[in-house]
């Protein structure tokens, strides 16, 4: 497996090589380094991880971003062409962004292995949103070239909703060839964990990305609206490392809002003490934009939050209203921080309310959690490797 982000922290890459493992087959991971981890060798649930390039999430503008991707495209392919030839893989998947990552597994491509490439998200739409860039510029119609090849080059194309699936499909993929893996919450991580938090604290909490469409400073003017009536509040953020200018902004918003004690920012954290911290929280956010990439982009952490039974306040956004309903989550009109303050009001103080999101929760988990999933991407893993 290849990816451009850390092996320790992608939920969705380590479901995918521990489930191999675990049935028997033996998988290589090339990935980044980030925090305290330095680049180099080492195993990880039977997984041998390759960390190849150190990463600070401090890109300013799109072309630091690019020279930092291609310097991973070379090295990772020089890396994956020295263990192919020592151990001749069957299959090589790799995963977005960016897209032409896939074009790293030449030599195994030509001597016959086959390839997968993972969208995790749309390239040319997540740029539009993060830099600002005009939707039919030649910028994102290079873009949407370089994802048509990239998907040609490879045997098979697995997107990460339903709804990318469509826009996927309409432009770059035959429908034969591209399947769909929503991020599935893995029961091997995100069991029912015991709580170990008794301080009297009411904890909301939001792990992920500090990215512009996640609506953090949405969220932090909603928490402000009900840090009176709810004086035993904080609102944990995590994802530090990934926080860049953007946290350093949030920081100022909160300060200014009087509720800069009351914010707190923790580093990202490998995904069994997500798991953990997650388990200790009393009410998880997902406040994403609907009018930017986040409107399309599926949010892991509602599952992750229902498995602990933790009731979760969601934007109401395009993909979230498809995979989700009232009965699960409590939705708000999306960019409103008034409606997100009077929904996680309602959720605080309306305890038959949570219990039944608690409950029904548990019930989405238990149909939708990688358990019931795996065997489908196993029985593709299969196939590819039997055409070889």
């Known amino acids: 497996m290849l990816t451009h982000s850390t092996y320790e922290?992608?939920?969705?890459?380590?479901?995918?090589?521990?489930?191999l493992v675990k049935r028997g087959d033996h998988v290589d991971v090339v990935a980044l380094s980030s925090g305290e981890a330095r680049p180099g060798e080492t195993e990880i649930n039977g997984v041998t991880v390759h960390r190849i390039q150190h990463r600070e999430r401090n890109e300013r503008t799109k072309w630091t971003y690019a020279w930092r991707l291609l310097r991973f495209l070379l090295g990772s392919s020089i890396l994956i062409t020295r263990l192919h030839r020592k151990r001749r893989y069957d299959l090589i998947h790799v995963h977005n962004m960016p897209d032409f990552l896939v074009f790293a597994a030449w030599y195994p491509k030509l001597t016959r292995a086959n390839l997968i490439l993972d969208i995790h998200d749309l390239v040319p739409e997540l740029f539009v949103s993060k830099f600002g860039t005009a939707e039919e510029g030649a910028y994102v119609r290079f873009l949407k070239a370089l994802e048509r090849q990239s998907a040609a080059f490879v045997d098979h194309v697995i997107v990460s909703n339903d709804l990318w699936y469509e826009t996927l499909t309409s432009r770059s993929v035959p429908r034969d060839k591209c399947s769909v893996f929503i991020n599935h919450v893995d029961p091997d991580i995100f069991y029912r964990r015991a709580r170990t938090r008794d301080d009297g604290k009411f904890i909301i909490i939001f792990p992920g990305?500090?990215?512009?469409?996640?609506?953090?400073?949405?969220?932090?003017?909603?928490f402000a609206r009900i840090h009176d009536a709810v004086?035993?509040?904080?609102?944990?953020?995590?994802?530090?490392?990934?926080?860049?200018n953007l946290q350093a902004e949030l920081a100022d918003l909160a300060a200014q809002l009087g509720v800069g004690s009351r914010v707190k920012f923790h580093a990202s954290l490998p995904i069994e003490q997500v798991a953990n911290v997650i388990a200790n929280a009393d009410l998880?956010?997902?406040?994403?934009?609907?009018?930017?990439?986040?409107?399309?982009?599926?949010?892991?952490?509602?599952?992750?939050?229902m498995s602990q039974g933790i009731p979760v306040v969601v934007s109401k956004t395009k993909i979230d209203c498809f995979y989700f309903d009232d009965s699960v989550v409590r939705f708000f009109t999306s960019g409103d921080d008034q409606a997100m303050a009077d929904a996680m009001l309602e959720v605080i103080t309306n305890r038959a309310l949570r219990e039944r999101m608690i409950s029904k929760g548990y019930e989405y988990v238990a149909?939708?959690?990688?358990?019931?999933?795996?065997?489908?991407?196993?029985?593709?893993?299969?196939?590819?490797?039997?055409?070889k």
């Open 209 to 222: 990305s500090f990215q512009w469409h996640q609506g953090l400073d949405i969220a932090i003017k909603a």
């Open 231 to 244: 004086p035993n509040a904080e609102f944990h953020l995590y994802g530090v490392a990934g926080g860049g």
């Open 9 to 19: 922290t992608d939920n969705r890459v380590r479901r995918y090589a521990e489930t």
């Open 284 to 305: 998880g956010v997902v406040p994403k934009r609907a009018d930017s990439f986040g409107n399309e982009a599926y949010s892991t952490k509602i599952m992750e939050f």
């Open 367 to 387: 149909k939708n959690s990688w358990e019931a999933k795996k065997q489908e991407y196993l029985h593709l893993i299969d196939t590819l490797a039997n055409h």
